[in-house]
T-cell receptor
Framework: GQNIDQPTEMTATEGAIVQINCTYQ??????LFWYQQHAGEAPTFLSY????GLEEKGRFSSFLSRSKGYSYLLLKELQMKDSASYLC????????????FGSGTQLTVLP | GAVVSQHPSRVICKSGTSVKIECRSL??????MFWYRQFPKQSLMLMAT?????????EQGVEKDKFLINHASLTLSTLTVTSAHPEDSSFYIC?????????????FGPGTRLTVL
């Protein structure tokens, strides 16, 4: 099975940088995903890490350390529209490649 | 590309009735689709994995006779909530995995808000 932990809430200021951490314990690992979800909407894909290291995509970056069971999502130059829930999800090795989601981190960006 | 639609987006029904939710991959083929349920301020919980042409695989605690899943084609999966009760009120989201190995992520539909009175 999978066990995924991430902070419940975070607050940051517009223009700042925020790091959202995610730790996981897994019986099988085949990649870690970050999704953004605004209230009442479906999740949208942000990033995917399967190897150790940093993946950068615009204002968003994601880091993975498989040996530590640890990932973070880094958001730079925060904008008000970045206020949302950020979901960490781990994919297993099974044929279906299911995703197990963490409880999500609700980020509030203040002016 | 890689768009997933859901219909209806919102449904209100009386207790005891059945509700069907459709999930379609609009511009790609999806051999596997996933059905999630999300209660307010909680994360997505996988209900079942739907494979085209075969029976769905249900997660522990999900009643297969209550949540009927049909994946009749490579672009359509349906979830039917039978004899719905107020506790079934939730946000139901489907996702589809692209048949090509070049795609890693699942593509999510916009979700269906079910309210059972």
């Amino acid at each position: 099975g999978q066990n995924i932990d991430q902070p419940t809430e975070m607050t940051a200021t517009e223009g700042a940088i925020v790091q959202i951490n995610c730790t996981y314990q897994t019986s099988g690992f085949n990649g870690l995903f970050w999704y953004q979800q605004h209230a009442g909407e479906a999740p949208t894909f942000l990033s995917y890490n399967v190897l150790d290291g940093l993946e950068e995509k615009g204002r968003f970056s994601s880091f993975l350390s498989r040996s530590k069971g640890y990932s973070y999502l880094l958001l730079k130059e925060l904008q008000m529209k970045d206020s949302a829930s950020y979901l960490c999800a781990v994919r297993d090795r099974g044929s279906a490649r299911q995703l197990t989601f963490g409880s999500g981190t609700q980020l509030t960006v203040l002016p | 590309g890689a768009v997933v639609s859901q219909h209806p987006s919102r449904v209100i029904c009386k207790s005891g009735t059945s509700v069907k939710i459709e999930c379609r991959s609009l511009d790609f083929q999806a051999t596997t689709m996933f059905w999630y349920r999300q209660f307010p301020k909680q994360s997505l919980m996988l209900m079942a994995t739907s494979n085209e042409g075969s029976k769905a695989t249900y997660e522990q605690g999900v009643e297969k006779d209550k949540f009927l899943i049909n994946h009749a084609s490579l672009t359509l999966s349906t979830l039917t909530v039978t004899s719905a009760h107020p506790e079934d009120s939730s946000f139901y989201i489907c996702s589809a995995k692209h048949s090509s190995q070049n795609y890693n992520e699942q593509f999510f539909g916009p979700g269906t808000r079910l309210t059972v009175l």
